[in-house]
C-alpha cells in the first residue's frame, strides 16, 4: 500500500489475504498509503479480482512457467497503460513464497518479468512492486509527453473470454476436436493466442454468435 501511494495507484485489489490488512501493524507499515488499505476491494479468486479489467498485466518470476511468453517492463507497461480510456486495467502480482500460477498467469494478456542476475534470480515481492510501479510511472510520463489523446481499442475482459472459452470447448468436445484427457492443455493455447491477437469485445461477440448457430 506504501509502494502504491508513492507511485499514485488508486486503488488495491486483494485475493484472500492471509494477513489482517487493518490491523495496526499494517495500518503503520503501509504509512500514508494506510487509506489504500482502508478502500481496499476483497475477492476470493484472482478472476473475480480482474473480471472487469479490459487489460491485463501479469508478472512472473518463475522458470518453469511452460511456453508463456515473457515481456520486460519496458514493452508490457506501455501497452497497459493504453487501455486505461477503455475501462479498468490491472497489475498483478502473485505471493511471496511462490508467485501464480500459470493457470492465473493466463488470465492476463501480457506477462512480465524482471531481469536478475542468473545467479540469484528471485525478489522480494516488495522489491519486485517497486520495480514494477517505478517503470509504470516512466511509461506514465513518456505517454503523456508523446501522445496522451489518443484513443486505444479496448480489449475482452478475462470474463468475456472464459465464457466465450467454456462455449467453444463445449462445442469442440461435442465434434470431436477436443478430447477430455487433452482439453485443459489444449484450450491454454487457445487463450494465449487469443490473448496475442489482443481480440476485442465484438469480435468475441461475432465468434460465440457462431457458436450458438452451428449448434442451433
Known amino acids: 500500500a506504501r509502494l502504491c501511494a508513492n507511485f499514485g495507484i488508486g486503488e ?13 501493524q499494517s495500518k503503520n507499515m503501509a504509512v500514508k498509503g494506510s487509506s489504500l488499505l482502508e478502500k481496499a476491494l476483497f475477492f476470493t479468486s484472482l478472476f473475480d479480482a480482474v473480471s472487469d479489467c479490459t ?5 512472473c518470476a518463475r522458470i518453469d ?3 508463456i511468453p515473457l515481456e520486460s517492463p519496458l514493452s508490457a507497461l506501455p501497452w497497459l497503460l493504453e487501455g486505461v480510456q477503455n475501462g479498468p486495467v490491472a497489475l498483478v502480482f502473485g505471493r511471496e513464497d511462490r508467485g ?32 514494477v510501479l517505478y ?16 484513443k486505444k481499442k479496448a480489449l475482452s475482459t478475462p470474463l468475456q ?22 482439453a485443459k492443455s ?6 494465449a493466442f487469443l490473448h ?4 476485442r469485445p465484438e469480435e468475441i461477440s461475432l465468434i460465440r454468435g457462431m457458436i450458438r448457430q452451428i449448434r442451433w
Open 12 to 24: 488495491i485489489r486483494l485475493v484472500s489475504p492471509r494477513c489482517n490488512v487493518f490491523s495496526l
Open 55 to 59: 487489460r491485463v498485466v501479469a508478472t
Open 100 to 131: 501464480l500460477t500459470n493457470d492465473e498467469l493466463l488470465l492476463a494478456q501480457r506477462v512480465l518479468s524482471i531481469e536478475t542476475d542468473s545467479d540469484y534470480l528471485s525478489l522480494n515481492l516488495s522489491h519486485a512492486v517497486a520495480i
Open 186 to 191: 489444449r484450450m491454454a493455447k487457445v487463450k
Open 65 to 67: 512457467h511452460g511456453k
Open 135 to 150: 517503470e509504470l510511472q516512466k511509461a506514465q510520463i513518456s505517454s503523456c509527453e508523446t501522445d496522451g489523446n489518443s
Open 196 to 199: 496475442r491477437s489482443e481480440i
Open 161 to 182: 473470454m472464459r465464457d466465450f472459452l467454456e462455449d467453444a470447448e463445449k462445442l469442440l468436445l461435442d465434434v470431436g476436436f477436443l478430447l477430455e484427457h487433452t
